[in-house]
């Protein structure tokens, strides 16, 4: 529909038109209204809400017992956040939570924002007011980011309070800050799942097809990812039972490049980072061979910039979904 | 300046290489009803897309209120109102929060929308159930809905595509009558389509016969009717008696051309306006005439006539 596109044609008859609201601001207040009032929200709240709470429940309790040793950390409040809890073999803590659950949070909100318009009949009567198509679609995609937002901030904050009362530390300006950053970070990730959602539910008629797709690539995206990378970097960077140091180091390397694709993997790998001062390097590094690298801290510019690539590719790859979802639903013809 | 608020040249859409909108030349005057007339498929509704900027033409160009509807769809959709064809709602609103959010797409300022939504439920008799989500609406109701919904931005043109359909005859009723209302208190030129010709042909002003994507007429409904066949014309003629004695009375009548029993009438062409002559007949023969009605003028002859003639070619 590039007839539609914003050109100066109203230009000259806004000047004597009372001043309007743009159009995808009173989409995103509509549908902002729907998500809050919906059934939907109260589910993934009380899902979210669980988990996060046993969750950090655990690892206040790990960091109880590490306490002693941990006297004089200066950044133990954020421990909750990062703290491996319950049983080890599967590293779980709580921004690997939001990395594995955060998806559903998207597509909760984004699966069936255009196709129920659809089903409903309510797009021929929407596309007829004088609003451009796209305020249509970035509405709704500023409504859907808001909600999430306001769902991480809330869950954020539930964490925080439960650690402070339950450890009795409150955490100081630097750890606010981090913790801000991170969330930030993850409305980006979860961002993108929306956008994603979005782009399935342009795509594909029906709401249910839609949303079995996007859980789909989910499930896959995040359970069977690192096996997948696994094998593709085994085949084409083979380790051998004696390996070289030069064979180890193509194979792992093979696996983050990979690896770095999924938006899961990169935000993972960004959020330890912001919320671990004491990781200086991202990726694989030989300092921790080294014996004389001494063990420091970063501030929190310095942690932020060694993250700044994976944070600026998963605003790409949000971007990038969204882009295609737009695009796909601007050309599409209305009826049909 | 002509007073046409929309015109049409040449107006054409393909979708890949089926044709649904062929050379379609049409004007549409201030102030009139309009009736796009055609089975389902014939191009309706591509065509209402297209004068409302939804959907490009492939070749020609269709001008809305002076307006280019591609160029300039934003000020054609302020001033134009639509109904969709089977129009849907929100389910979980109310008809008043409905009608709400498009009165803000439309920047209509709140006290004024509240006032204007208020008047409209009122006028399609939707009132009492304002309140309650749509989801709990019947079809009609939707349809009415659908109706006021059009008109919350006070336009200048609505265009309704099948607004009677899946309704009862007494909704059918009084959305007509609604229709009527608007264009004689409100100014309103309404454009609607439908293939239901009984329902609108009292309605509209002038019609067009679409088939297939062609337009095969256009005029008033007498125009059409003159036209597709000259004086001849076709009455129904019901007698009391014996209706074998009846047709031939009515066979020896001057300019009575057929007689043919239909379900208990005898249907009647001439070559011309007869019936004082063939009740004349009647009386003289003692035949009671119970029932005598015109046939020819009115619209679904004309459009079966069409119809049929390009059979086969509708999908």
Known sequence: ?336 | MSSAVIVTEGLTKRYGSTLAVDHLDLQVERGEVFGLLGPNGAGKTTTVLMLLGLSEPSEGRATVLGLDPTRQALEVKRRVGYLPDSVGFYERLSGRQNLAFVARLNGVPGDEAERRIGELLELVGLSEPADEPTGTYSRGMLQRLGIADALVKDPEILVLDEPTIAIDPQGVGEILQLIRDLRDGRGVTVLLSSHLLYQVQEVCDRVAIFVAGRLVSHGTVEELSRRLVGNRQTFEVGVRGDPEVAAREIRATPGVETVVRERGLLVVAAEDDVRPQILARLQAAELQAVHLRQRGSELDEIYRRYFERSHGDVG
């Open chain 1, 1 to 336: 529909m590039s007839g539609e596109a914003r050109t100066g044609s109203t230009g000259g008859l806004a000047a004597g038109a009372p001043r309007r609201r743009p159009g995808w601001v009173t989409v995103a207040r509509k549908e902002f209204a729907d998500h809050v009032n919906s059934v939907r929200l109260t589910i993934v709240i009380g899902l979210l809400a669980l988990t996060a709470i046993a969750a950090v429940y655990a690892a206040a309790g790990q960091i109880r017992d590490v306490a002693s040793e941990a006297t004089g950390d200066p950044s133990l409040f954020l421990r909750l956040f990062v703290l491996e809890f319950g049983d080890t073999a599967f590293d779980f803590t709580f921004f690997t939570f939001v990395s594995l659950v955060g998806p559903l949070l998207g597509i909760v909100f984004g699966f069936d924002a255009v196709n129920s318009e659809r089903s409903e009949r309510t797009l021929p009567r929407l596309v007829a007011q004088p609003i451009y198509r796209d305020d249509i679609i970035n509405g709704k995609f500023v409504a859907g980011l808001s909600v999430i937002a306001l769902v991480l901030a809330g869950l954020t904050a539930v964490v925080a309070g439960v650690g402070i009362v339950r450890l009795g530390i409150v955490p100081t300006p630097v750890d606010i800050a981090r913790l801000v950053s991170w969330l930030v970070l993850s409305i980006v990730y979860v961002g993108f799942w929306l956008a994603f959602a979005l782009l399935c539910s342009v795509l594909l008629r029906r709401a249910a097809t839609s949303a079995l797709t996007a859980i789909g690539v989910w499930i896959v995206a995040s359970l069977f990812a690192t096996f997948i990378v696994q094998i593709v970097a085994d085949t084409f960077a083979p380790v051998p039972e004696q390996p070289t140091a030069q064979e180890a180091l193509a194979n792992v390397r093979l696996r983050q490049t990979l690896g770095r694709f999924s938006p899961g993997f990169l935000y993972e790998e960004a959020a330890s980072a912001i919320l671990t001062p004491e990781i200086r390097t991202l990726g694989f590094s030989l300092s921790l061979l080294d014996p004389r690298a001494v063990p420091s801290r970063l501030s929190l510019p310095q942690s932020l910039s060694i993250v700044w690539p994976q944070t600026v590719a998963l605003v790409a790859l949000t971007i990038g979904a969204f882009a295609i979802a737009y695009v796909v639903f601007m050309r599409e013809e209305i009826r049909a």
